[in-house]
C-alpha cells in the first residue's frame, strides 16, 4: 500500500478555537508545522464560506493569540508560536494607516496649530456622551457573584457533592503546583533561598522575582515564614472532616437523616474553606507606601482589594470619590435582568455550573481578576466563560 510521505510525518493535530469580533466562532484543525499564514489563509475561507478571490485579504487579517495578547507572525509556524491544543485565537482585521495630509497643503503656522491643539473638556465630553458606560470587566464581577450562589445551590442537591469538591479541590491545588514560575524559582534559590519559602514568596507576591526576594529579607526572622499558606496544608483536616460519621447504632431512618445532615454541613464547611483560601492578599510594599501618605490600613486594603493590588489605581481611589466601593464588590447583578437570565438559559453554562471546578474558578477571578485568562484556555472552564462573555457582548451592542 503505497502512503503519502507527508501523511506519515505529518505533527501533531491541534483543535484551535477561533473568535471573531462579531461573535463568530469555530474549531480548525491545524498540524504544529502549519504555518500561521496558512492557518489564517483556512480561516479566513471558513469565515468568507469560500475562495479568497483578493489576495491582499491574507495580509489585511491578523491573528492575535488571546491568552498572552501577541500577534502571531505570519511566516512561523504553529510549533514556532508555541500554540497549544483548544488555545483561543482572535481573527481581526488590521487597522489601515492613516492617510497623511500633504505637507504643501498645511501651511506652518497650521501644522504647529495642529500638532498643539489638544481636546477641551467639553469636547471630551460631548465626544463620549454616547459611549455606553457598561465594561465586560466591570459588569463580570457582579455576574460572578450571581452565578456563585446558582451554582452552589445547584451542587448542594447532588449527592456526591462533597466528593466532587474534594477532587476539583484537589486538582485545583495541583494545577497552582504547576503554576509556579520555574525560571523565577531558579533566581532565588540560586540566591540560597529554601525551594518552600521561595514558592510562598513568589505565589504571595504575583510571580514577581523582585517583590518576592525583599518579601524572603523582611521575614528570614518571622517564625511563621515556613506556614504554609491556607489551603496548602496537609489534607488531614479534610480527611478528618469527612472521616466523621454518624454513629452505627442508629436506625436506618436516623442514619440516613443525620448522613445527609453531616453532609449538608461538611459542604457548608468546603465553601468557608474555598473563601478562606481565596481570599485576598494585599501587596504588602503598596501597604507600606500608601500608608506612608497618610492613610489607614484598613481604607488602603480597601482601595487595594478594590483596584487588585494596583498601588497608582488604589492611590487614584483613595483621593477620589472612592467608588466603588468594597461592599459593592460583594454584589450581584440583577437576577432578573435579561442579560442573567440568557446567561442562565445557555446550556454550556447550564452544564457548567454543575461542575464543582466552575465554582472554584468564579471564586478565584473574583479575588484575582489577573487569572481570569487562565480559566479561558482551561478546557472545562473555558467554554463557560467564551459564552458568558459572547453573550454579554451580544446585548450590549444591542
Sequence with gaps: MFVQEEKIFAGKVLKIHICTMDGTEWLEEVTE??????????????????SL??????????????????????????????????????????RPPPTLPKMADVSSDEKKKQDNKAPDKEAILKATANLSDKNFQTELRKILVSLIEVAQKLLA?????????????????????????????????????????????????????????????????????????????????????????????????????????????????????????????????????????????????????VNNNQQDAACEWLLGDRKPSPEDLDKGIDTNSPLFQAILENPVVQLGLTN??????????????????????DPETGPVMLQISRIFQTLNRT
Design 356 to 377: 464543582p471546578k466552575t465554582l472554584l474558578a468564579f471564586e478565584d477571578m473574583l479575588e484575582n481578576p489577573l487569572n481570569s485568562t487562565q480559566w479561558m484556555n
Design 157 to 305: 442537591l447532588n449527592p456526591d457533592a462533597v466528593e466532587l469538591f474534594k477532587k476539583a479541590n484537589a486538582m485545583l491545588d495541583e494545577d497552582e503546583e504547576d503554576r509556579v514560575d520555574e525560571t523565577a524559582l531558579q533566581q532565588l534559590t540560586e540566591m540560597g533561598f529554601p525551594e518552600s519559602r521561595a514558592i510562598k514568596a513568589l505565589r504571595l507576591n504575583h510571580m514577581s522575582v523582585t517583590q518576592a526576594m525583599e518579601w524572603l529579607i523582611e521575614h528570614v526572622d518571622d517564625p511563621s515564614v515556613d506556614t504554609p499558606l491556607p489551603g496548602q496544608d496537609s489534607s488531614g483536616e479534610a480527611g478528618a472532616t469527612a472521616a466523621a460519621t454518624p454513629g452505627a447504632s442508629a436506625s436506618a431512618s436516623a442514619s440516613a437523616s443525620a448522613s445527609a445532615s453531616a453532609s449538608a454541613d461538611e459542604l457548608t464547611d468546603i465553601f468557608k474553606r474555598i473563601r478562606r483560601k481565596r481570599e485576598f492578599r494585599p501587596d504588602s510594599r503598596a501597604v507600606i507606601a500608601l500608608m506612608e501618605m497618610g492613610f489607614d490600613e484598613k481604607e488602603v486594603i480597601d482601595a487595594l482589594r
Design 33 to 50: 508545522d502549519t504555518t500561521v499564514e496558512k492557518l489564517k489563509e483556512k480561516c479566513l475561507k471558513h469565515y468568507v464560506h469560500g
Design 53 to 94: 478571490e483578493d489576495p491582499k485579504t491574507l495580509t489585511h487579517h491578523k491573528l492575535i493569540h488571546a491568552a498572552t495578547e501577541r500577534v502571531l507572525t505570519d511566516t512561523k509556524t504553529v510549533a514556532d508560536e508555541n500554540l497549544k491544543d483548544k488555545d483561543v485565537l482572535l481573527l481581526l482585521k488590521k
